[in-house]
DNA sequence: AAGTGGTCTAGACCACCGA
DNA sequence: CGGTGGTCTAGACCACTTC
């Protein structure tokens, strides 16, 4: 014997570290503040710098830290919760929507997309690259695809800005049937994740959408939220609001 | 000099292991095949067993491989597409569901639910727990909140089996107005871990559903996805279904 | 008992940021 | 430049499954 160690610990250090933490961030710590770093927090628990990250990095997939290389950790606001439809069962770039075309160019689609589309593997497809923007932060890239044949009516070649903004324009006016979307898990492509100012590999929420028109599936878009930071709403009945949904533990018992 | 590395690395090596194992499963593997263990894959590509399993990390989380202890490294299939509304916008438990009711007690709902539904943080709801089961594997457990607001009518206890029927049924009564629905990323609390047959802190989806009565919110779920597994789909248009969406890259070129 | 993935350590060096 | 988080190593031991 020797060792008193009747508790029998068996839940991982880290997995502890991180219920440790994640007390001590409700309570200890506003949103904001950083957070002494990882050698001396990793001293001041006993432990390793790598068991020390591996608690730090459930807690920032989770959205309760945020660690920046050269910086330091910070304690992060709650998630934004991001409204993607079908409240605003409509068409991309319609109306007053958060978001800003960057760039667009005419090429062959990725297979599952053109799949999705229906088109064949080698056809190229007009592709709109766009950014959204909520609360002065980079949230989410969408790559938006557009088949040359639901919009017949393009003229002839133009600069990118004006390109993007004719195939809009030219999709507006066709009836939107209906759309549908689906949500995965996805890790960041390193030019998505430095236009989200993360690293590659960050967790992301891939948001695919497809828009019906005719019969067909007239569009569809791949749009990447950072997982770290976003909540994504469906809103379906015309019903109250909620912007965030942190506990109220921060000062409860 | 002495080495011709004239490229500039800059690519961390466990992100480029990550690409290089991902077509070697595209290309030389079938699903549900046995990868060699991570001792002998990390000296096969000459690094660290650390470094290769932060690799095989990413690549479990996106969905490619699953691991279990004890057992070793598979192929894992696409993700199984799972419907999650509001193509089915009914009370839970209402017709033909996935899901199966595994128990009921009557508690304080955690203080973000009694948030949402706008009950005091102390006052007592039924909570059903119940379970969704796809393709023989468990892929989501979801505890359902219910005001006895909700339900006034209910009858004496019974066993908690016949409770959760009897909460479901008296639900059903009530005309349900909408409801919406919210998704993030989160990781899977002991409990839920075992139900879903993973390791705590295992990545999850988490959708969140407040069903609207009468002005109110009568119920709300907090319904947790394997995030490995699950792709999850909102219908809205009477459309075509599709029910994986992995790259045909396969055997592509 | 043998083999697997999961946890943990104690170092080292690198890439990036800010003063 | 010094300080931060990010990557990487070469070990060790543990928990679990299977035979």
């Not at 319609?94 to 599952?112: H, K, L, M, Q, Y």
């Amino acid at each position: 014997m020797g060792t008193t160690q009747l508790e029998a610990v068996q839940e991982p250090k880290y997995w502890h570290l991180k219920t440790v933490l994640n007390d001590a961030l409700d309570s200890e710590f506003e949103v904001g503040e950083i957070l002494p770093n990882e050698r001396d927090l990793a001293a001041r628990f006993g432990v390793a710098r790598a068991t020390l990250r591996q608690a730090l990095e459930q807690l920032e997939l989770e959205g309760r830290l945020q660690r920046r290389r050269g910086v330091g950790t910070t304690v992060a606001p709650p998630r934004m919760g991001v409204a993607v439809g079908p409240t605003t069962n409509a068409w991309p770039g319609a109306g007053r929507d958060s978001w800003n075309t960057i760039g667009c160019v005419e090429a062959p689609a990725p297979a599952p997309v053109a799949a999705l589309l229906g088109t064949g593997p080698d056809d190229a497809v007009h592709t709109i690259r766009r950014e959204r923007v909520m609360q002065g932060q980079s949230v989410a890239t969408e790559l938006l695809y557009v088949p040359p044949a639901s919009v017949p009516n393009l003229s002839g070649l133009l600069t990118p800005a004006t390109h993007a903004q004719a195939v809009l324009r030219e999709l507006h006016t066709l009836e939107l049937d209906g759309d549908d979307r689906a949500v995965e898990l996805g890790s960041a492509r390193a030019e998505d994740a430095k236009q989200l100012d993360r690293l590659p590999g960050a967790p992301v929420l891939v948001l695919t959408t497809r828009y019906y028109a005719g019969g067909r599936v007239a569009a569809a878009s791949v749009a990447t939220y950072r997982a770290d930071t976003c909540r994504l709403t469906f809103g379906d009945s015309g019903a109250v609001e909620v912007t965030h949904h942190q506990p109220e533990s921060r000062q409860a018992s």
